[in-house]
């Protein structure tokens, strides 16, 4: 096995501001606390007819920057709907929850669909990419978004898509991949804004075991790369051998709280 | 997102379901064919009756009258233009003075009397009572003769005359047509005044010479102002023109609508008897001299009327003109279009609704992916305007396509109304026109149309829960 050093040494908080200067992006505020992520007694109901579903009750969790933090449990355990809550793609009901010091709840939708953009990578089960257009194209739209000037567009994506090793691939439209390609394209999307973090939500879900483990594998590079800035990274996974593996902490959930929380590196 | 990238997605998606959305964007299409067609149409026969009231001179002439509230004693008579009504301005004498004064008006063309008198032409075997009208030498050029067989008269004193195309049938045998008329010659009689001479002269040769005396004797205007008498006479015109006949799109001409033209100057010199001058008989004996019993101005332009009938009026004349009568001409063109804009647009209002459906249909079917661009960073705002934009993309090529579609439509209508009316016998008139401003007003109209039917499906779009929208299958 690696070996790894903690979080807090090999991406030391000063290292991170720099890096945010460069993006243009918050910086952790002196309240987070070296934190990338702090969810601070978060709670997600729904209510369902009559019946109120407790998705998430009453979570406290920090991630350090440039950790690696896997998020286990059971269908319906509530880990899905904690990573949304942390890309700021669902609002908590109770609760706040911090990314990079800054208080999700209270940005408007505007504002977190920035935090989205600039400071959130995220990768899905299903891919998600838009079928109708090619790879390159799928993997310019944050760029789109982001309203980055169109001439340096092309280079980025080519740098992203060189990176998960997809180059020659980058005419292709999704249906033409295999699924690991599908999801390195994926991953690529996510990385093209250079987010601080990624989340993943079960990354290896639909990929047969080889090729969740070279993805796997791409992810942890990704989170410590030989060269550069490393990525702190949520991942959410019901494999427990690929957590265990990869990731710096594992956090098991059951019934919206946190069951379990094992430090392994 | 910017402007280039929205268009550039928008119009990705719309090619992804290219049957739908082009059968959306006809939809367009036709809503804005026939509004374009319809208020082609409208303003095509605007156009043509502005035409033709422009050619028949009614609109840049005003008739000037002396008033008619004139004090006792004074020249005067004729009706009172309701622009007079609060004038106070005092009456005047219609005379060669207030002529040349109205003459020296800016934008007057030229200034006649009004000679119009009813006369026998005869032209053997036949004779027929005919209103005869002195034509002024501006005629030739005002587009009144469109259509004439023969020419103008070759000059202001030539003995020649102008026949209306239904008088002239009047006098050609059956089967003959009017133009044959061109090029002979024909009789007019009429009653002539004839000046009375001075009391001197009557003391020392007897009874008035105006009686009994030979036609055409020359008295001086100081001497006529103490009378005259009536006489026949008779005058031989050759005809140089035959205007076609009244179904056929013409015949009025000026305020004079008569069956025969003849230079003015000859019709001032036959001295013919008009309405006006028993009325200045009794007014001559004030010792006034010559007046007028009416004057015709005639306008550089339409637009100049306006002004010149007002400062007619200010001079204590009674002027009146047609002016009115445009006004409420444009006022009616304007409700008729109204009411055509109305009828073209329902198509429109269909067509929008069909836009609302199709972006409806876009979002069920876009779920995930309106899901995936809220998770890579896009805003509501980003949604909303890209449902925006592919509304809009399918309004503007709607409008274009409607446009073109519009103009064909137009140019087919044109082509038939001109085929059957040929057929008929009848002048072809352009009775459609496409307007810059109508082009432009019907793509920005198709635009607008798109954008409000847009707002729905783009807020509903907007609103849509990433979480919800990625978990969509």
């Known amino acids: 096995m690696r070996k790894r050093n903690s979080p807090s040494a090999k991406f030391p908080v000063k290292d991170l501001r720099v890096t945010l200067r460069s993006m243009n992006v918050p910086e952790m505020t002196a309240s987070s606390n070296g934190f990338a992520i702090r969810a601070d007694r978060v709670s997600r109901r729904y209510k369902m007819g009559d019946a109120l579903i407790r998705a998430v009750d009453d979570i406290c969790l920090q991630v350090g920057a440039g950790e690696f933090l896997a998020l286990l449990g059971a269908s319906g355990s509530g880990k899905s709907t904690l990573l949304n809550l942390m890309a700021g793609l669902d609002r908590p009901s109770a609760g706040s929850m911090f990314a990079l010091g800054r208080d999700l709840a209270k940005m408007s939708s505007q504002e977190l669909a920035t935090h989205r953009n600039r400071t959130i990578g995220m990768v899905f089960q299903s891919f998600q990419l838009l079928p109708r257009m090619t790879l390159e194209e799928n993997v310019e739209l944050p760029l789109r978004l982001a309203e980055v000037p169109r001439a340096e567009r092309p280079a980025r994506v080519q740098a992203a898509l060189e990176r998960v090793g997809l180059a020659a691939r980058s005419k292709h439209r999704p249906t033409e991949l295999s699924g690991g390609e599908q999801q390195r394209a994926a991953i690529a999307r996510a990385l093209v804004n250079q987010p601080m973090i990624l989340l993943a939500d079960e990354p290896t879900g639909n990929l047969d075991s080889k090729t969740g483990e070279e993805i796997m594998k791409l992810i942890a590079e990704i989170h410590r790369p030989a060269a550069g800035p490393g990525r702190t990274i949520v991942m959410v996974t019901h494999e427990r051998a690929l957590a265990e593996r990869y990731a710096d902490r594992i956090v098991t959930l059951s019934d919206g709280a946190i069951s379990n929380e094992e430090r392994l590196r | 997102m910017k402007l280039g990238d929205l268009t550039d997605l928008?119009?990705?998606?719309?090619?992804?379901?290219?049957?739908r959305n082009s059968l959306t964007t006809l939809g367009i299409a036709v809503g804005v064919?026939?509004?374009?067609?319809?208020?082609?149409?409208?303003?095509?026969?605007q156009q043509l009756v502005n035409r033709s009231v422009a050619r028949t001179g009614l609109f840049d002439m005003v008739s000037v009258r002396p008033r008619q509230n004139v004090p006792f004693g004074q020249p005067g008579g004729g009706r009172r233009s309701p622009r007079d009504a609060a004038d106070l301005t005092p009456a005047r004498a219609l005379d060669e003075a207030a002529r040349k004064e109205i003459a020296a008006l800016p934008d007057v063309l030229e200034v006649n009397p009004e000679v119009r008198f009813t006369a026998e032409a005869r032209r053997e075997p036949r004779s027929q009572l005919v209103m005869v009208s002195g034509m002024p030498p501006s005629s030739e050029s005002s587009g009144n003769l469109d259509g004439m067989t023969g020419h103008f008269f070759s000059g202001p004193d030539a003995d020649e005359a102008i026949l209306q195309g239904d008088f002239a049938k009047?006098?050609?045998?059956?089967?003959?047509?009017?133009?044959?008329?061109?090029?002979?010659?024909?009789?007019?009689?009429?009653?002539?005044?004839?000046?009375?001479?001075?009391?001197?002269a009557q003391t020392a040769s007897g009874p008035p010479a105006g009686r009994a005396g030979p036609p055409n004797q020359e008295v001086s205007p100081d001497e006529e102002a103490l009378g005259f008498s009536i006489v026949p006479s008779e005058k031989k015109f050759r005809v140089v023109g035959v205007t076609p006949t009244s179904n056929s799109g013409s015949g009025q001409i000026g305020f004079s609508n008569a069956g025969m033209y003849v230079p003015i100057a000859i019709a001032e010199k036959m001295q013919v008897v008009q309405g006006a001058d028993l009325r200045g008989v009794a007014q001559s004996a004030s010792g006034e001299g010559e007046h007028y019993a009416a004057l015709d101005v005639r306008a550089t332009s339409p637009t100049a009327v306006a002004q010149i009938e007002s400062s007619i009026s200010q001079m204590g004349f009674a002027a009146f003109s047609l002016i009115d009568v445009a006004r409420n001409l444009r006022t009616f063109f304007a409700i008729f279009?109204?009411?055509?804009?109305?009828?073209?647009?329902?198509?429109?209002?269909?067509?929008?609704?069909?836009?609302?459906?199709?972006?409806?249909?876009?979002?069920?079917?876009?779920?995930?992916?309106?899901?995936?661009?809220?998770?890579?960073?896009?805003?509501?705002?980003?949604?909303?305007?890209?449902?925006?934009?592919e509304a809009g993309v399918m309004g503007f090529a709607g409008g274009l396509l409607g446009v073109l579609l519009g103009w064909g439509i137009g140019r087919a209508i044109q082509f038939a109304t001109v085929f059957y009316l040929k057929r008929q016998g009848m002048n072809s008139p352009n009775i459609w026109s496409v307007p810059w401003w109508l082009v432009l007003g019907a793509i920005v109209f198709a635009l607008i149309v798109s954008l409000a039917s847009g707002i729905y499906p783009a807020s509903r779009a907007a609103r849509l829960d990433p979480v919800e929208a990625l978990r969509y299958e």
Do not use: C, H, W, Y
């Open chain 2, 10 to 19: 928008a119009s990705r998606n719309l090619r992804e379901s290219v049957l």
């Open chain 2, 33 to 45: 064919a026939s509004l374009v067609a319809l208020l082609s149409l409208g303003v095509g026969l």
């Open chain 2, 170 to 200: 009047l006098l050609v045998d059956a089967g003959q047509a009017p133009a044959s008329l061109v090029g002979q010659e024909i009789s007019l009689r009429f009653a002539q005044r004839q000046a009375l001479p001075p009391p001197s």
């Open chain 2, 337 to 389: 279009d109204l009411f055509l804009a109305i009828f073209g647009s329902l198509a429109l209002a269909v067509a929008s609704l069909g836009i609302i459906n199709t972006l409806v249909m876009a979002i069920l079917e876009r779920r995930r992916e309106i899901g995936v661009l809220k998770a890579l960073g896009a805003a509501d705002r980003d949604v909303r305007q890209l449902f925006f934009a």
